[in-house]
């Protein structure tokens, strides 16, 4: 899996130079597996060949986060409440978690956006809950493109450092994906075993 998404990502970059670049950082800002890792160290990458440039690769690598984050946005922000309504008794969700959502990112929005880019798997995810919760978008896109920017411009550095071997980037990533997902996993299940427990409470 991880070879494809490498070798689509390089093979889309070499064809579209930096609209490749663009498009697949507004992938990876959405719910698709396309990680930042396997895309920006490559750009990095042509970088040191001289086939790119540094303004240029940030430019347009912040910009495609931006858009991926605004599409992920608006889909939280339009279709979140509809959604949780219909089907969110499936998934222990409801109104209440709803306004929960919109105080939280009220008030912790803005530090939350930004250091979730830095995040795996968080990243990808983020924006439907900013949207959901009706963060402010203003606020929204400056932090997304203040913490976007800097690792994607982070990755692209490594990939300048680690030159042909730029790929090292993407394979010791999957790690810590691993521990994030992991982690998240068990924070969820902890959330829903507590969940049931106060709802049997409530009942009894």
């Given at each position: 899996m991880t070879e494809h998404i490498v070798n689509f990502a390089t093979s889309?970059?070499?064809?579209?130079?930096?609209g490749g670049v663009a498009f697949l950082m507004a992938l990876e800002s959405m719910v698709a597996p396309v990680p930042s890792?396997?895309?920006?160290p490559f750009a990095g990458f042509l970088i040191y060949e001289r086939k790119f440039g540094w303004v240029e690769?940030?430019?347009f690598s912040t910009l495609g986060s931006i858009i991926g984050s605004t599409l992920s946005y608006l889909m939280g922000f339009y279709g979140g409440k509809p959604f949780v309504?219909?089907?969110g008794k499936y998934l222990l969700l409801d109104s209440h978690h709803l306004e929960m959502t919109e105080k939280f990112f009220?008030?912790?929005?803005?530090?939350?956006?930004?250091?979730?880019?830095?995040?795996?798997v968080v990243r990808h995810l983020i924006s439907i809950p900013a949207g959901i919760?009706?963060?402010n978008y203003l606020r929204f896109s400056i932090y997304t493109i203040l913490g976007a920017g800097m690792w994607n411009t982070f990755l692209?550095?490594?990939?300048?450092?680690?030159?042909?071997?730029?790929?090292?980037v993407k394979k010791y990533s999957e790690i810590i994906d691993i521990f994030v997902v992991l982690f998240i996993l068990i924070?969820?299940?902890?959330?829903?075993?507590?969940?049931?427990?106060?709802?049997?409470?409530?009942?009894?």
């Open positions: 889309l970059i070499s064809s579209l130079g930096y890792e396997a895309v920006m690769v940030t430019l309504k219909k089907f009220s008030k912790y929005g803005d530090r939350t956006i930004f250091m979730s880019r830095f995040i795996p919760g009706k963060m692209a550095y490594l990939g300048f450092l680690l030159k042909s071997k730029w790929w090292i924070t969820l299940g902890i959330l829903i075993h507590r969940y049931v427990i106060l709802r049997n409470k409530k009942e009894i």
